[in-house]
């Protein structure tokens, strides 16, 4: 999520540096990825005039050019564009600028035998445009010299924060401005709504029906008669550009524009291509296909919840608009929609549908139901400014089933118990109220707080509150006793199995071996080398960790690996953990093993001999000095050579003719042929 420092500014005052600013946000739990200050960006790109413009020499394409940047010199530039000519104003990367779009630092250099001491820029270079097949050409009075960041007034630092799920409400510049108040105590300024919607003529125009409420809970409508479609003003796109949105048209410009004001997303209609002057708001049913705004065709799923008009859907309900009813340059009069549409359904949507958008990334984590109605006043007031139109009287604010604000209690004892800290009903209150939670009453040590909509998905019981206020005041105001007792019983946690796998593990290391812990996905291409029949992840997160293994080896061998390739040359390991199958009956069955791993040098060097590498005997000792630990009797030991491309030679231990565990020694082709130079013997006993 980009945030513009500019825009913050209309809803709060920021003092602070941008370094403050940073702490203090990643204070608040509010992570900073990444900072950009356009001034730094544009750095040593000026405005420049082309004084002369001569043919390059050698070189047919190539023009030789003296210009003025403003440095106190005429400086030399060869530049390859076909419009450039005497007299132009162009942009101008000086020595040492570095080009946005490829990252390439302008140095002094010969092109055909002439020297070039900078370059003239095009569209492309700069990241504002498409166009490359010519330099960009300023109509500006601006002098040479003056730094292009301030031609473009982009003078802005944008903040990339990474928003957790539960922080929809941080999805917004008037979301982070609240924190930035709770942060300075600066007041937060809204923008306040003229309110020209008295009446009653927009029923007349046209009806909304909601008839899935599980789905939809609210939904907001109003009109704008009589507007132009055309490019917004310069503020506009400015904004959006700064934050990564492409400027379209003054219509949608300013739904984008209010959504990521406060979070709210919003739809506008072509209202005449409405058919029936209708709205309902239903699940698709029987409409398996849909087009969206995108050109694509989408199939569609029963539960889907569709806006439809008298005849036809025209939107996937929280993701996206449809072709049918888009806003286009002929439109004249504008439905503007703003709605409350359930989490977790559009979140199964969405990811059915392959399909997110800015609008389901914010309806999946939940926005501000109360927040509706603002939104659609505030976009209707926009375009009726910008679009010059008029605001049909009335408003449609369908709210069957009124959701309440959520009211949670927190004990000021209970926090300082969990946080060791001291804190007062006071403090309490007014740490909360700066993020809009208010106290609603206080019966002794008892504080009963109205959570506001926008939070209602995260805040529901007293632990989230007691966060809250840790976070708010500052996690590092918690003072840490010198001394502390901790205090548990580890009964409940003692069990049979707890008891064996510590006792194992205990003995294990006893030996030398280390301890790792593999990942249980991995990949599927490894995986099949070992067994054909594993469990692929529907929708793994990387194509390197797409199915569950089938034996816990399978990940130790990039363990192994990564340890060689540290100069770690002698590995003693073991892991316990789980792995995966599939029963008969289609079921997954999850089994428990104990994994030991010999690979490389042996871990110490015999008097008067030469260092040798483990083998599968060092391993053989090892296992029977566990199966005596054990007091296991009845012991068989079976050898075998090489029995397929993996194996080298295996020992395998019964007892009583059941298999207990085998030992593998891998052949060297296996190991050559996934990066392992070094011997590598394993030994897996279930447990």
Request: aromatic content about 8%.
């Amino acid at each position: 999520m980009k945030i513009s420092q500019n825009w913050l500014r209309n809803y709060i005052d920021i003092s602070l540096t941008v370094k403050d600013l940073i702490k203090g946000l990643t204070d608040l739990g509010i992570e900073v990825e990444g900072v950009e200050d356009q001034k730094k960006k544009l750095d040593k790109f000026v405005i420049g005039n082309v004084i002369e413009r001569k043919k390059h020499p050698n070189a047919d394409k190539l023009s030789v050019c003296k210009v003025d940047a403003g440095t106190g010199e005429i400086l030399n530039i060869v530049c390859g564009a076909p419009n450039v000519d005497t007299g132009q104003k162009v942009c101008i990367a000086l020595v040492g600028a570095i080009v946005p779009n490829s990252g390439f630092e302008i140095k002094k250099a010969k092109l055909r035998g002439e020297p070039s001491e900078g370059m003239i820029c095009s569209a492309r270079e700069l990241e504002l445009g498409d166009d490359h097949t010519g330099i960009m050409v300023l109509n500006t009075e601006l002098p040479v010299g003056t730094p292009f960041a301030e031609y473009l007034k982009q003078n802005d630092v944008i903040y990339e924060i990474g928003i957790t799920p539960n922080r929809g409400d941080l999805l917004s510049h008037i979301g982070v401005a609240r924190e930035i108040g709770a942060l300075t105590g600066n007041k937060l300024n809204e923008p306040v709504l003229i309110g020209k919607f008295s009446g009653n003529e927009i029923n007349k125009k046209i009806s909304v029906e909601i008839e899935n409420n599980k789905g939809c809970f609210r939904y907001c409508g109003a009109m704008v008669e009589g507007i132009t479609v055309k490019e917004s003003p310069e503020w506009l796109k400015n904004y959006l550009t700064a934050i990564g949105l492409r400027p379209i048209n003054n219509i949608v410009d300013i739904t984008n524009y209010v959504m990521m004001e406060c979070g709210q997303p919003l739809h506008a209609f072509d209202y005449d291509s409405i058919a029936g002057k209708k709205i309902v708001i239903r699940s698709a049913g029987s409409n398996k296909k849909f087009k969206t705004l995108d050109s694509k065709e989408r199939n569609l799923r029963d539960d889907i919840l569709m806006i439809c008009d008298g005849d036809k859907p025209v939107a996937l309900a929280g993701i996206m608009g449809g072709e049918n009813s888009e806003i286009n340059s002929n439109t004249v009069n504008v439905f503007i929609e703003s709605a409350y549409f359930e989490p977790v359904l559009t979140r199964l949507s969405s990811k059915f549908l392959g399909l997110q958008s800015d609008s389901s990334y914010r309806f999946e984590r939940g926005v501000d139901i109360d927040r509706t109605e603002w939104a659609c006043k505030r976009a209707a007031e926009l375009i009726a400014e910008l679009g010059g139109g008029k605001i049909t009287p009335g408003f449609i604010d369908n709210y069957p089933e009124k959701l309440e604000k959520l009211k949670v209690s927190l004990r000021p004892s209970q926090l300082n118990r969990i946080a060791g800290a001291e804190y007062n009903s006071k403090k309490v209150i007014y740490l909360l109220n700066s993020i809009d939670i208010k106290n609603i009453s206080i019966n002794g040590d008892n504080l009963l707080f109205e959570i506001p909509q926008a939070r209602r998905e995260d805040l529901q019981r007293e632990i989230d509150l007691i966060e809250e206020v840790l976070r708010l005041d500052g996690y590092d105001k918690i003072t840490i006793p010198q001394n502390t007792q901790l205090q548990y019983d580890t009964r409940e946690f003692w069990g049979n199995e707890y008891d064996k796998l510590q006792f194992l593990r205990n003995f294990i290391i006893g030996r030398g071996f280390k301890e790792v812990i593999s990942n249980t996905l991995v990949d599927k291409e490894f995986q099949s080398k070992f067994d054909n029949e594993y469990i692929s992840l529907i929708n793994p997160s990387s194509d390197k960790m797409n199915v569950l293994r089938t034996d816990i080896s399978i990940g130790m061998f990039d363990v192994i690996k990564l340890n060689f390739e540290n100069s770690n040359s002698s590995l003693k390991l073991f892991e316990t953990g789980n792995s995966f199958k599939i029963n008969k009956d289609g079921k997954i069955i999850e089994y428990k093993s104990i994994l030991l791993v010999l690979a490389g040098e042996l871990d110490f060097k015999i008097f008067n001999q030469k260092q040798r590498n483990f083998n599968i005997l060092d391993m053989a000792s090892e296992v029977e000095a566990l199966f005596e630990k054990l007091s296991v009797e009845n012991i068989k030991k079976y050898d075998y050579n090489a029995q397929n491309f993996m194996e080298e030679c295996s020992i395998e231990y019964k007892s009583r003719n059941n298999g207990i565990c085998k030992l593998i020694s891998y052949s060297g082709k296996f190991l050559n042929s996934i990066g392992i130079e070094k011997p590598v013997i394993l030994c897996r006993i279930p447990f």
